[in-house]
């Protein structure tokens, strides 16, 4: 079926308009580079910027910026003073998304932090909250990544969870695969949490089979 779903991806890219020449250059720069191709698929990217678009946000925060290629896709979802925080450990990813940010001409929107993203998160308490955070990257820390998501959200703020199905492993409640079980603990969490209100749903595309989550926080009362 992997065929299918790619080709009827391609399609709706390009049906849709979907890429451009800043984003596809950011793809070939980060395989130049020899980053992984672990980014979002174009039309996720521009799922996650309609997302902030109809949020209006103003504050994101990202979890695993890679070459940044889903950075630029939620900055320019931003008004003018806009920003979106991207968290990213590995310096080789983070100097190919410096480059990428600023050839995308989103560099002025994007604070890129350096470093694991549990020592940059308890440095943002205390600032304006996130309209909006993207958890991207290791799946085994998702669990502390929600919490400290659920600290720096503004209550009616968005939380999406990448890379939720994994080819259907996330059902299996015996999985020792630390990615499982730590997307597993995260959803569970979500569903435990009277200040979420969340769901997940499975996509097929040029990805494989995978899902992302995306949870609001409650407004309580
Ligand atoms: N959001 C990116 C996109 O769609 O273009 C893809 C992010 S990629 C799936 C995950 C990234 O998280 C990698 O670049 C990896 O180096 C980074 N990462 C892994 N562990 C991390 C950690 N503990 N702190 C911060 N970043 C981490």
Known sequence: MQAEWS?????????LQVEDSALNSALSANAAAGLPA?????????????????????RVLEIGTLGGYSTIWLARALPADGRVVTLEANPAHADTARANLAAAGVAEKVELREGPALDSLPL????EP???IFIDAD????????????KLARPGAAIVGDNVARGGAVANVVSQDPSVRGVRRFLEDMGAEPRLTATAL????????????????NEMA
């Open 7 to 15: 080709g009827l991806d391609r399609y709706y890219t390009a049906a």
């Open 38 to 58: 672990q980014d979002v698929s174009p039309l996720q990217g521009r799922f996650l910027h309609i997302l902030a678009r109809l949020m209006r946000a103003r």
């Open 124 to 127: 943002l308490a205390g600032g």
């Open 130 to 132: 996130f309209d909006l």
């Open 139 to 150: 799946k085994p820390n998702n669990p502390a990544y929600l919490e400290w998501a659920l």
């Open 202 to 217: 499975q996509t097929v595309g040029v990805k494989g089979w995978d899902g992302f989550s995306i949870a609001i926080v």
